[in-house]
C-alpha cells in the first residue's frame, strides 16, 4: 500500500475515533452533567465557606 493512501486511511480511522469519543462525551453530559454540575457548585461552596474561616493556632 502507498504510503499516501495509508496515511489518508489512517486519517480516516481517526476521524471516525474522534466522532465516537465525542459521541460518548455527548452521551455521559446529557446522562450525568446536571449532577456533576451540581456536585461542583457543592464542593465550591464547602470551600468557600472553609476558606473565609480563619485558622487559628
Do not use: D, W
Request: net charge negative; with cysteine.
Amino acid at each position: 500500500m502507498p504510503k499516501e493512501n495509508r496515511n489518508v486511511q489512517l486519517e480516516r480511522i481517526s476521524r471516525q475515533n474522534k466522532e465516537k469519543c465525542a459521541a460518548f462525551i455527548v452521551k455521559m453530559i446529557e446522562k450525568y452533567g446536571k449532577e456533576v454540575l451540581e456536585e461542583i457548585q457543592k464542593e465550591e461552596k464547602e470551600h468557600e465557606t472553609n476558606s473565609e474561616t480563619p485558622t487559628t493556632i
